[in-house]
């Protein structure tokens, strides 16, 4: 069974609006992290956010957050204000504590950010 | 952040050769480094788990004795891609953890990656 699940493979924004990247996950861990890294073209993964399956609040970072619903099991990221330099994959990722500290990773999202 | 590099950040080998791709932890120990295997448009694929001067952990369906891991000391992990084909061409990229604490049920590993390395197998 798929850990980890982004269904969007592609989205596009409008510059300067927000947009909302879709991750639903699968563990019976109750501790866990949950990750979100952008990879631009040059391939370098670039660490977004972090949120704690033991977190009471949303996680955030300037103009990244984390819409985490437990319940749920999505952490879905909301880029505000894009920008055109946001234009990148976006992969979700899950750290499990008993699996120490290895990433699972979502399929990702390709996302396009229009002027 | 921590840094991390791969060396070299490419390299076009001719089949059935040997490629060997190193990962420093530049300023910080790790005793645990990650190998991801990632070909065009797809995700990583975590290949193998580094622990230093101990025998590396496989994934599922990695062949061990194809991608030769070592991880001799605190700072260095190599992966080893033996006799190369081209269906080995992919984009590989390592991680290190670096744990900076702890606090009730969370210890902070943070994990830093490098900028990975393309290789293509002629």
């Known amino acids: 069974a798929q850990k980890i699940t982004q269904t969007q493979p592609g989205m596009f924004v409008q510059e300067k609006e927000a947009v909302t990247l879709d991750c639903t996950y699968d563990?019976?861990?109750?501790?866990?992290?949950l990750f979100w890294y952008k990879q631009p073209s040059s391939g370098e993964m670039i660490f977004l956010i972090y949120q704690g399956s033991y977190d009471q609040q949303n996680a955030t970072e300037g103009r990244y957050s984390l819409n985490f619903q437990k319940a749920r099991k999505s952490a879905n990221l909301v880029i505000s204000a894009s920008q055109l330099g946001d234009s990148a994959m976006y992969f979700c990722?899950?750290?499990?504590?008993?699996?120490?500290?290895?990433?699972?990773f979502g399929q990702g999202t390709e996302l396009s950010v229009k002027p | 952040g921590a840094v991390v590099s791969q060396h070299p950040s490419r390299v076009i080998c001719k089949s059935g050769t040997s490629v060997k791709i190193e990962c420093r932890s530049l300023?910080?120990?790790?005793?645990?480094m990650f190998w991801y295997r990632q070909f065009p448009k797809q995700s990583l694929m975590l290949m193998a788990t580094?622990?230093?001067?101990?025998?590396?952990?496989?994934e599922q369906g990695v062949e061990k004795d194809k991608f030769l891991i070592n991880h001799a000391s605190l700072t260095l992990s190599t992966l080893t891609v033996t006799s190369a084909h081209p269906e080995d061409s992919s984009f590989y990229i390592c991680?290190?953890?670096?744990?900076?604490?702890?606090?009730?049920?969370?210890?902070?590993?943070?994990?830093?990656f490098g900028p990975g390395t393309r290789l293509t197998v002629l």
């Open positions: 991680s290190a953890i670096q744990t900076t604490g702890t606090s009730g049920r969370e210890s902070y590993n943070e994990q830093f």
């Open positions: 990722a899950m750290r499990e504590r008993a699996q120490g500290g290895k990433l699972i």
């Open positions: 580094s622990n230093e001067g101990s025998k590396a952990t496989y």
């Open positions: 300023d910080f120990q790790a005793t645990t």
């Open positions: 563990t019976s861990d109750p501790s866990y992290g």
